[in-house]
């Protein structure tokens, strides 16, 4: 499904985001990334998103090599991968079903296309009887279900998700965590940057610890820490 071969990144200031780094994340996995703040997790997450480009090594998505992907290829790239930020990015004067809607009408859906699917993932994210609100209506964790909705509408097989518990109490927390275990448990591939430990904890799921731009541990199964452990 992903893999990265061998993979550097410096920026222009000087610092090296990453470091001949090599992962390989198969179909239907959830991966964990984690590492303190300038680790190289939000560089890899847009590599793969194709928001920067690599100074060497290769990244194959799908069977296909994306550092050699033309410009005009990009977005039918994205189309395959949804993301999820930590602030949301709703606008703001849109509804929940138009916020939605939206990512549909950038890839030129069909309007029955939107009509058909739009519904069916509120549905899936518990938003259906919110579809008119705005998102000022809603809280941070109604929010960040649009947003999941958003980003699951086009039907990716891939969703990366960047922090996206990051503005939200622990309880609501573990509930968007319930909807990506679902998400995760129907197929898609799942690759999500987090700094929280009780997340990675309770999960169980597949860890991937980035420092200095290197990759210091890969836990196939679990990635248990202790509490006074620094993501």
């Given amino acids: 499904m ?11 200031n000087g610092h090296v985001a990453l470091n001949n ?9 959830f991966v964990f990334l984690i590492g303190s703040s300038g680790a190289g997790k939000s560089t890899i997450i847009k590599l793969l998103m194709k928001e920067h480009e690599t100074d060497s090594g290769k990244i194959i998505v799908q069977g296909k090599d994306i550092t050699k992907l033309k410009r005009a290829q990009i977005p039918y790239l994205r189309r395959s991968i949804g993301v999820v930020f930590q602030d949301f990015r709703l606008l703001p004067d849109k509804t929940v079903y138009e916020n939605v809607a939206f990512a549909m009408e950038v890839t030129e859906a069909s309007a029955k296309e939107i009509r058909r699917q739009v519904p069916i993932v509120l549905g899936m994210v518990d938003l259906s009887k919110k579809s008119k609100q705005y998102p000022h209506q809603l809280s941070g964790g109604e929010q960040q279900r649009v947003s999941i909705a958003r980003a699951m509408v086009n039907g990716p097989s891939i969703l990366i998700a960047d922090e996206p518990t990051g503005n939200l109490d622990p309880e609501m927390s573990w509930e968007i965590m319930k909807l990506f275990n679902e998400i995760n448990l129907k197929g898609t591939t799942i690759i999500m940057a987090t700094h929280d430990l009780n997340i990675v904890n309770k999960m169980k799921k597949r860890v991937v610890e980035v420092s200095d731009g290197v990759i210091v541990r890969d836990e196939k199964r679990g990635g248990y820490f202790s509490e006074n452990q620094n993501l």
């Fill in 21 to 29: 780094i090599s992962l390989n994340i198969d179909n239907g996995e």
């Fill in 2 to 12: 992903i893999e990265l071969r061998n993979v550097s990144k410096k920026f222009a």
